[in-house]
Protein backbone atom coordinates (compact mmCIF):
# COMPACT_ATOMS: atom_id res chain seq x y z
CA UNK A 1 0.00 0.00 0.00
CA UNK A 2 1.22 3.51 -1.01
CA UNK A 3 2.74 5.09 2.18
CA UNK A 4 5.50 7.33 2.94
CA UNK A 5 8.11 5.49 4.13
CA UNK A 6 9.79 6.01 8.00
CA UNK A 7 13.31 7.13 6.24
CA UNK A 8 11.61 9.61 4.66
CA UNK A 9 9.53 11.54 7.89
CA UNK A 10 13.38 10.74 9.81
CA UNK A 11 15.12 12.62 6.41
CA UNK A 12 12.38 15.59 7.24
CA UNK A 13 13.21 15.87 10.84
CA UNK A 14 17.02 15.81 10.12
CA UNK A 15 16.92 18.39 7.87
CA UNK A 16 14.84 20.57 10.78
CA UNK A 17 17.71 19.82 12.84
CA UNK A 18 20.37 21.05 10.33
CA UNK A 19 18.54 24.37 9.98
CA UNK A 20 18.19 24.43 14.08
CA UNK A 21 22.17 23.64 14.13
CA UNK A 22 22.93 26.77 11.75
CA UNK A 23 20.80 28.85 14.20
CA UNK A 24 23.73 31.14 15.67
CA UNK A 25 22.58 30.42 19.12
CA UNK A 26 20.69 27.07 20.86
CA UNK A 27 17.57 26.38 19.34
CA UNK A 28 14.82 23.90 19.26
CA UNK A 29 11.41 23.34 17.49
CA UNK A 30 8.43 22.47 19.21
CA UNK A 31 5.33 21.30 17.37
CA UNK A 32 2.00 20.27 18.06
CA UNK A 33 -0.76 17.66 16.58
CA UNK A 34 -4.07 18.67 16.23
CA UNK A 35 -6.80 18.67 19.19
CA UNK A 36 -9.67 17.11 18.53
CA UNK A 37 -12.58 19.00 17.27
CA UNK A 38 -16.02 18.59 18.99
CA UNK A 39 -18.86 18.17 16.88
CA UNK A 40 -22.06 17.94 19.00
CA UNK A 41 -21.92 17.50 22.39
CA UNK A 42 -20.08 14.36 22.81
CA UNK A 43 -19.17 13.27 19.60
CA UNK A 44 -16.09 14.64 17.55
CA UNK A 45 -15.34 15.29 13.71
CA UNK A 46 -13.34 12.76 12.58
CA UNK A 47 -10.02 12.72 13.40
CA UNK A 48 -7.65 15.22 10.98
CA UNK A 49 -3.81 15.64 12.18
CA UNK A 50 -1.90 18.79 11.58
CA UNK A 51 -0.73 18.71 8.09
CA UNK A 52 3.31 20.10 9.53
CA UNK A 53 3.28 17.59 12.49
CA UNK A 54 2.63 14.79 9.99
CA UNK A 55 5.08 16.20 7.45
CA UNK A 56 7.64 14.86 10.11
CA UNK A 57 6.22 12.12 11.70
CA UNK A 58 3.63 10.43 9.96
CA UNK A 59 1.93 10.03 13.53
CA UNK A 60 -2.11 10.61 13.21
CA UNK A 61 -3.06 10.72 17.26
CA UNK A 62 -4.34 13.74 18.83
CA UNK A 63 -2.78 14.95 21.95
CA UNK A 64 0.82 14.83 21.04
CA UNK A 65 3.84 17.05 20.80
CA UNK A 66 7.28 16.80 18.62
CA UNK A 67 10.31 18.50 20.07
CA UNK A 68 13.83 18.59 17.97
CA UNK A 69 16.66 19.98 19.54
CA UNK A 70 20.19 19.65 17.67
CA UNK A 71 22.76 20.43 20.91
CA UNK A 72 21.72 17.82 22.84
CA UNK A 73 22.53 13.90 22.75
CA UNK A 74 18.92 12.93 22.43
CA UNK A 75 17.83 15.26 19.91
CA UNK A 76 14.43 13.99 19.01
CA UNK A 77 11.75 13.64 21.66
CA UNK A 78 7.58 12.73 21.32
CA UNK A 79 4.84 13.39 23.72
CA UNK A 80 1.89 10.99 23.07
CA UNK A 81 -0.95 9.19 24.78
CA UNK A 82 0.03 6.65 26.92
CA UNK A 83 -1.53 3.13 26.40
CA UNK A 84 -5.14 3.03 28.46
CA UNK A 85 -7.32 0.10 27.47
CA UNK A 86 -10.31 1.69 28.69
CA UNK A 87 -10.32 4.36 26.50
CA UNK A 88 -8.65 2.48 23.86
CA UNK A 89 -12.22 -0.05 23.49
CA UNK A 90 -14.04 2.96 23.42
CA UNK A 91 -12.26 5.10 20.97
CA UNK A 92 -9.57 3.34 19.21
CA UNK A 93 -5.97 1.58 19.79
CA UNK A 94 -3.03 4.09 20.85
CA UNK A 95 0.23 4.15 19.69
CA UNK A 96 1.44 4.40 23.07
CA UNK A 97 4.92 5.72 25.00
CA UNK A 98 6.39 1.93 24.82
CA UNK A 99 6.20 2.02 21.08
CA UNK A 100 6.72 5.29 20.03
CA UNK A 101 10.31 5.39 19.59
CA UNK A 102 11.01 1.90 17.61
CA UNK A 103 7.51 3.04 15.44
CA UNK A 104 8.33 6.93 14.91
CA UNK A 105 12.32 6.46 15.02
CA UNK A 106 12.72 9.11 17.79
CA UNK A 107 15.34 9.22 20.58
CA UNK A 108 12.72 9.56 23.42
CA UNK A 109 9.07 8.81 24.13
CA UNK A 110 6.83 10.52 27.00
CA UNK A 111 3.58 10.43 28.37
CA UNK A 112 1.08 13.43 27.05
CA UNK A 113 -0.80 13.42 30.11
CA UNK A 114 2.05 12.68 32.85
CA UNK A 115 5.34 13.90 31.69
CA UNK A 116 5.15 17.27 30.04
CA UNK A 117 6.71 19.07 33.11
CA UNK A 118 9.86 17.46 31.14
CA UNK A 119 9.18 20.10 28.74
CA UNK A 120 11.30 22.39 31.47
CA UNK A 121 14.36 19.88 31.33
CA UNK A 122 14.30 19.75 27.27
CA UNK A 123 13.98 23.56 27.03
CA UNK A 124 16.48 24.58 29.66
CA UNK A 125 19.04 26.59 27.84
CA UNK A 126 17.73 26.95 24.72
CA UNK A 127 17.88 30.57 23.11
CA UNK A 128 15.43 30.22 20.34
CA UNK A 129 12.07 28.04 20.30
CA UNK A 130 10.64 27.65 17.47
CA UNK A 131 6.93 26.58 16.62
CA UNK A 132 3.81 27.46 14.64
CA UNK A 133 2.73 31.05 15.60
CA UNK A 134 -0.60 30.38 14.50
CA UNK A 135 -1.10 27.61 16.84
CA UNK A 136 -2.24 29.62 20.04
CA UNK A 137 -2.71 26.53 22.14
CA UNK A 138 0.94 25.52 21.48
CA UNK A 139 1.81 29.17 22.57
CA UNK A 140 0.02 29.72 25.40
CA UNK A 141 1.54 26.25 26.69
CA UNK A 142 4.92 27.05 25.97
CA UNK A 143 4.54 30.37 27.50
CA UNK A 144 3.64 29.09 30.60
CA UNK A 145 6.92 26.63 30.92
CA UNK A 146 8.65 30.03 29.71
CA UNK A 147 7.80 31.57 32.66
CA UNK A 148 8.25 29.22 34.83
CA UNK A 149 11.60 28.65 33.49
CA UNK A 150 12.52 32.58 33.83
CA UNK A 151 11.78 32.59 37.98
CA UNK A 152 14.73 33.45 39.83
CA UNK A 153 16.37 30.78 41.24
CA UNK A 154 14.51 28.29 39.67
CA UNK A 155 17.75 26.53 38.24
CA UNK A 156 16.25 26.73 34.72
CA UNK A 157 17.23 29.37 31.50
CA UNK A 158 14.30 30.14 29.76
CA UNK A 159 13.90 31.07 25.83
CA UNK A 160 15.27 34.73 24.98
CA UNK A 161 12.93 34.16 21.87
CA UNK A 162 10.46 32.83 19.90
CA UNK A 163 10.05 32.14 16.15
CA UNK A 164 7.75 31.41 13.42
CA UNK A 165 8.56 27.69 12.16
CA UNK A 166 6.16 27.94 9.63
CA UNK A 167 8.12 29.44 7.10
CA UNK A 168 10.77 27.00 6.92
CA UNK A 169 7.63 24.25 6.88
CA UNK A 170 6.03 25.79 4.07
CA UNK A 171 9.64 25.98 2.10
CA UNK A 172 10.28 22.11 2.77
CA UNK A 173 6.76 20.85 1.74
CA UNK A 174 6.54 23.18 -1.39
CA UNK A 175 9.09 21.00 -3.37
CA UNK A 176 7.08 17.01 -3.39
CA UNK A 177 9.20 13.93 -3.40
CA UNK A 178 9.12 10.79 -5.37
CA UNK A 179 7.22 9.26 -2.76
CA UNK A 180 4.45 12.62 -2.18
CA UNK A 181 4.03 12.13 -6.03
CA UNK A 182 2.60 8.88 -5.77
CA UNK A 183 0.49 9.31 -3.26
CA UNK A 184 -0.82 12.29 -5.29
CA UNK A 185 -1.11 10.48 -8.53
CA UNK A 186 -3.39 7.90 -6.57
CA UNK A 187 -5.43 11.02 -4.86
CA UNK A 188 -5.72 12.54 -8.39
CA UNK A 189 -6.48 9.51 -10.25
CA UNK A 190 -9.43 8.58 -6.96
CA UNK A 191 -10.57 11.84 -7.92
CA UNK A 192 -10.52 11.97 -11.38
CA UNK A 193 -12.66 8.73 -11.70
CA UNK A 194 -15.25 10.11 -9.15
CA UNK A 195 -15.67 13.06 -11.76
CA UNK A 196 -16.49 10.63 -14.75
CA UNK A 197 -18.74 8.44 -12.74
CA UNK A 198 -20.95 12.17 -11.59
CA UNK A 199 -20.51 12.81 -15.53
CA UNK A 200 -22.63 9.71 -16.48
CA UNK A 201 -24.67 9.80 -13.21
CA UNK A 202 -25.96 13.57 -13.97
CA UNK A 203 -29.80 14.00 -15.57
CA UNK A 204 -32.59 16.46 -15.18
CA UNK A 205 -34.24 16.03 -11.84
CA UNK A 206 -31.57 14.80 -9.50
CA UNK A 207 -30.58 17.10 -6.68
CA UNK A 208 -26.97 17.99 -6.02
CA UNK A 209 -26.67 16.50 -3.18
CA UNK A 210 -27.17 13.00 -5.04
CA UNK A 211 -24.44 13.76 -7.41
CA UNK A 212 -22.59 14.67 -4.04
CA UNK A 213 -22.83 11.44 -2.79
CA UNK A 214 -21.86 9.68 -5.81
CA UNK A 215 -18.55 11.40 -5.42
CA UNK A 216 -18.05 10.88 -1.71
CA UNK A 217 -19.23 7.16 -2.25
CA UNK A 218 -16.58 6.66 -5.24
CA UNK A 219 -13.72 8.26 -2.41
CA UNK A 220 -14.67 5.83 0.18
CA UNK A 221 -14.50 2.98 -2.12
CA UNK A 222 -11.07 3.47 -3.35
CA UNK A 223 -9.63 3.94 0.04
CA UNK A 224 -9.94 7.65 0.48
CA UNK A 225 -10.38 9.31 4.01
CA UNK A 226 -12.78 11.23 2.38
CA UNK A 227 -12.99 14.43 0.53
CA UNK A 228 -10.32 16.90 1.14
CA UNK A 229 -12.25 19.83 1.34
CA UNK A 230 -16.17 21.16 1.09
CA UNK A 231 -17.19 19.14 -2.10
CA UNK A 232 -19.07 21.80 -4.37
CA UNK A 233 -22.02 21.11 -6.63
CA UNK A 234 -23.27 23.94 -8.21
CA UNK A 235 -25.92 23.89 -11.01
CA UNK A 236 -27.75 27.09 -12.62
CA UNK A 237 -26.86 30.51 -11.09
CA UNK A 238 -25.10 28.41 -7.75
CA UNK A 239 -21.94 27.75 -9.30
CA UNK A 240 -21.66 31.89 -9.41
CA UNK A 241 -21.19 31.11 -5.85
CA UNK A 242 -17.56 30.21 -5.48
CA UNK A 243 -17.17 27.66 -2.44
CA UNK A 244 -21.19 26.84 -2.65
CA UNK A 245 -21.53 23.64 -0.62
CA UNK A 246 -25.40 23.83 0.14
CA UNK A 247 -25.70 21.16 -2.56
CA UNK A 248 -29.22 21.58 -1.87
CA UNK A 249 -31.08 22.56 -5.62
CA UNK A 250 -32.44 20.60 -8.29
CA UNK A 251 -31.22 19.78 -11.23
CA UNK A 252 -32.79 21.51 -13.67
CA UNK A 253 -33.05 20.52 -17.64
CA UNK A 254 -31.11 23.17 -19.93
CA UNK A 255 -28.52 23.94 -16.90
CA UNK A 256 -24.95 23.64 -16.40
CA UNK A 257 -23.56 22.39 -12.84
CA UNK A 258 -20.43 22.68 -11.45
CA UNK A 259 -18.48 20.00 -9.78
CA UNK A 260 -15.40 21.28 -7.37
CA UNK A 261 -14.73 18.12 -5.60
CA UNK A 262 -11.14 15.84 -4.85
CA UNK A 263 -10.23 13.17 -2.91
CA UNK A 264 -7.69 12.61 -0.06
CA UNK A 265 -5.56 9.71 -0.01
CA UNK A 266 -2.68 9.28 2.96
CA UNK A 267 -2.74 13.20 3.65
CA UNK A 268 -2.56 14.57 -0.12
CA UNK A 269 -5.32 16.16 -2.11
CA UNK A 270 -6.74 16.03 -5.09
CA UNK A 271 -8.61 19.03 -6.79
CA UNK A 272 -10.80 18.92 -9.47
CA UNK A 273 -13.28 21.16 -11.24
CA UNK A 274 -15.29 20.51 -13.94
CA UNK A 275 -18.47 22.13 -15.54
CA UNK A 276 -20.57 19.99 -17.84
CA UNK A 277 -24.93 20.15 -19.08
CA UNK A 278 -27.26 18.80 -16.78
CA UNK A 279 -29.17 17.07 -20.00
CA UNK A 280 -26.02 16.16 -21.37
CA UNK A 281 -25.79 18.71 -24.22
CA UNK A 282 -24.15 22.17 -24.18
CA UNK A 283 -26.28 25.04 -25.56
CA UNK A 284 -24.80 27.10 -28.21
CA UNK A 285 -24.38 29.87 -25.42
CA UNK A 286 -22.95 27.62 -23.00
CA UNK A 287 -20.48 26.43 -25.44
CA UNK A 288 -19.73 29.72 -26.43
CA UNK A 289 -18.47 30.75 -22.80
CA UNK A 290 -17.47 27.70 -22.08
CA UNK A 291 -14.47 27.44 -24.59
CA UNK A 292 -13.44 30.55 -23.44
CA UNK A 293 -12.52 29.20 -20.05
CA UNK A 294 -11.11 25.90 -21.76
CA UNK A 295 -8.67 28.91 -24.49
CA UNK A 296 -7.55 30.07 -21.06
CA UNK A 297 -6.14 27.29 -19.46
CA UNK A 298 -4.77 26.24 -22.13
CA UNK A 299 -3.22 29.47 -22.81
CA UNK A 300 -1.89 29.24 -18.98
CA UNK A 301 -0.75 25.89 -19.47
CA UNK A 302 2.01 26.60 -22.00
CA UNK A 303 3.71 29.00 -19.78
CA UNK A 304 4.32 26.46 -17.49
CA UNK A 305 7.56 25.05 -16.90
CA UNK A 306 10.58 25.63 -14.92
CA UNK A 307 11.79 29.05 -14.81
CA UNK A 308 8.67 30.74 -15.61
CA UNK A 309 6.02 31.82 -13.17
CA UNK A 310 2.53 31.72 -12.02
CA UNK A 311 2.15 35.33 -12.59
CA UNK A 312 3.11 34.65 -16.49
CA UNK A 313 0.41 31.86 -16.58
CA UNK A 314 -2.06 34.03 -15.25
CA UNK A 315 -1.56 36.55 -17.68
CA UNK A 316 -1.94 34.35 -20.31
CA UNK A 317 -5.74 33.21 -19.47
CA UNK A 318 -6.60 36.97 -18.52
CA UNK A 319 -5.31 37.82 -21.72
CA UNK A 320 -7.67 34.86 -23.26
CA UNK A 321 -10.57 35.59 -21.03
CA UNK A 322 -10.69 39.30 -22.27
CA UNK A 323 -10.35 38.24 -25.80
CA UNK A 324 -12.78 36.10 -25.88
CA UNK A 325 -15.46 38.63 -23.77
CA UNK A 326 -14.93 40.34 -26.13
CA UNK A 327 -16.01 38.37 -28.98
CA UNK A 328 -18.71 37.06 -27.30
CA UNK A 329 -20.17 41.36 -26.58
CA UNK A 330 -19.78 41.08 -23.16
CA UNK A 331 -17.20 43.65 -23.26
CA UNK A 332 -16.66 46.25 -25.65
CA UNK A 333 -13.74 48.71 -26.27
CA UNK A 334 -10.29 47.82 -27.34
CA UNK A 335 -8.34 44.73 -25.96
CA UNK A 336 -5.34 46.44 -24.74
CA UNK A 337 -7.29 48.97 -22.64
CA UNK A 338 -9.19 46.24 -20.54
CA UNK A 339 -5.87 44.47 -19.86
CA UNK A 340 -4.56 47.72 -18.54
CA UNK A 341 -8.08 47.65 -16.24
CA UNK A 342 -8.06 43.89 -16.29
CA UNK A 343 -11.82 44.41 -16.67
CA UNK A 344 -11.90 40.26 -16.29
CA UNK A 345 -11.46 40.75 -13.08
CA UNK A 346 -15.22 41.07 -12.94
CA UNK A 347 -15.64 37.57 -14.05
CA UNK A 348 -12.82 35.84 -12.99
CA UNK A 349 -12.42 36.78 -9.16
CA UNK A 350 -10.14 34.08 -7.93
CA UNK A 351 -6.49 33.58 -8.76
CA UNK A 352 -5.63 31.36 -11.36
CA UNK A 353 -4.24 28.08 -9.03
CA UNK A 354 -2.55 27.58 -5.88
CA UNK A 355 -0.38 25.22 -3.71
CA UNK A 356 -1.67 21.75 -3.72
CA UNK A 357 -0.38 18.61 -1.14
CA UNK A 358 -1.09 17.84 2.71
CA UNK A 359 -3.31 20.81 1.81
CA UNK A 360 -5.87 21.77 -0.83
CA UNK A 361 -4.36 25.23 -0.73
CA UNK A 362 -0.94 24.21 0.33
CA UNK A 363 1.67 26.06 2.21
CA UNK A 364 4.10 27.63 0.21
CA UNK A 365 4.66 31.53 -0.88
CA UNK A 366 4.23 32.67 -4.29
CA UNK A 367 6.41 35.35 -4.06
CA UNK A 368 10.29 35.34 -3.38
CA UNK A 369 12.21 38.87 -1.95
CA UNK A 370 9.73 40.74 -3.26
CA UNK A 371 9.85 38.95 -6.94
CA UNK A 372 7.29 36.62 -8.28
CA UNK A 373 7.94 32.70 -7.38
CA UNK A 374 9.57 30.80 -9.91
CA UNK A 375 8.49 27.85 -11.19
CA UNK A 376 10.83 24.60 -10.36
CA UNK A 377 10.42 20.95 -10.83
CA UNK A 378 8.65 18.69 -8.08
CA UNK A 379 6.05 21.60 -7.43
CA UNK A 380 2.16 20.69 -7.51
CA UNK A 381 -0.49 23.46 -8.37
CA UNK A 382 -4.01 23.95 -9.40
CA UNK A 383 -4.63 25.83 -13.25
CA UNK A 384 -8.29 26.81 -13.12
CA UNK A 385 -9.83 29.73 -14.92
CA UNK A 386 -13.43 30.24 -14.72
CA UNK A 387 -16.11 32.74 -15.82
CA UNK A 388 -18.60 33.77 -13.60
CA UNK A 389 -21.79 36.01 -14.77
CA UNK A 390 -24.59 35.98 -12.17
CA UNK A 391 -27.96 36.96 -12.54
CA UNK A 392 -29.13 40.76 -12.33
CA UNK A 393 -26.03 42.37 -14.09
CA UNK A 394 -27.73 45.27 -16.24
CA UNK A 395 -25.31 45.66 -18.19
CA UNK A 396 -24.97 42.26 -19.54
CA UNK A 397 -26.87 40.76 -22.49
CA UNK A 398 -29.55 38.03 -19.88
CA UNK A 399 -28.26 35.02 -22.20
CA UNK A 400 -25.17 34.92 -20.28
CA UNK A 401 -26.27 35.32 -17.08
CA UNK A 402 -27.16 32.83 -14.49
CA UNK A 403 -23.97 30.75 -15.64
CA UNK A 404 -21.05 29.67 -13.87
CA UNK A 405 -18.19 27.85 -15.78
CA UNK A 406 -14.47 26.70 -14.18
CA UNK A 407 -12.21 24.43 -15.03
CA UNK A 408 -9.65 22.58 -13.01
CA UNK A 409 -6.77 20.57 -13.55
CA UNK A 410 -3.55 19.61 -10.78
CA UNK A 411 -0.48 20.13 -12.55
CA UNK A 412 3.06 18.99 -11.39
CA UNK A 413 6.33 20.72 -12.88
CA UNK A 414 8.31 18.14 -14.52
CA UNK A 415 12.21 19.08 -15.24
CA UNK A 416 11.30 20.27 -19.04
CA UNK A 417 7.66 21.38 -18.28
CA UNK A 418 4.66 19.56 -16.95
CA UNK A 419 2.58 16.77 -16.24
CA UNK A 420 -1.40 17.18 -15.82
CA UNK A 421 -2.08 14.63 -12.90
CA UNK A 422 -6.05 14.92 -13.65
CA UNK A 423 -6.23 14.93 -17.52
CA UNK A 424 -8.51 11.67 -17.62
CA UNK A 425 -11.52 13.71 -16.86
CA UNK A 426 -13.24 14.50 -20.07
CA UNK A 427 -12.51 18.52 -20.72
CA UNK A 428 -13.43 19.30 -24.40
CA UNK A 429 -17.28 19.87 -25.33
CA UNK A 430 -17.27 16.95 -27.26
CA UNK A 431 -15.28 14.69 -24.77
CA UNK A 432 -18.14 15.73 -22.53
CA UNK A 433 -20.81 14.72 -24.27
CA UNK A 434 -19.48 11.80 -26.00
CA UNK A 435 -18.87 10.69 -22.47
CA UNK A 436 -22.41 11.23 -21.05
CA UNK A 437 -23.99 9.57 -23.81
CA UNK A 438 -21.77 6.39 -23.64
Not at 42 to 57: A, C, N
Not at 347 to 376: A, M, N
Request: glycine share 8%; with cysteine.
Amino acid sequence: MESISPAEFADRRARLLAFLASQERPAAAVLAANPEQQRSRDTDFPYRQHSDFYYLTGFNEPNALLLLRPDIAAKQHIFVQPSDPHAEVWHGRRLGVDAACEQLGVDQAYSYNDDLEQLTELLNGVETVFYLFDDTDLADLLQQFGSTMRRPKSGYHGAAQYSDLSGYMAQQRLFKSSAEITLMRQACQISAEAHKRVMKACKPGLYEYQLAAELHYHFAYHGAAGPAYGTIVGSGDNACILHYTENSACLTDGDLVLIDAGAEFRGYAGDITRTFPVNGRFSADQAALYEVVLEAQTAAFRQLRPGNTLEQAQQAAARAITEGLLALGILSGSLQHHIEQTSYRRFLIHGLGHWLGLDVHDVGTYEVQGSKRVLEPNMVLTVEPGIYIPRGLSDVDERWQGIGIRIEDDILITIDGYENLTAAVPKTIAEIEQWMRS
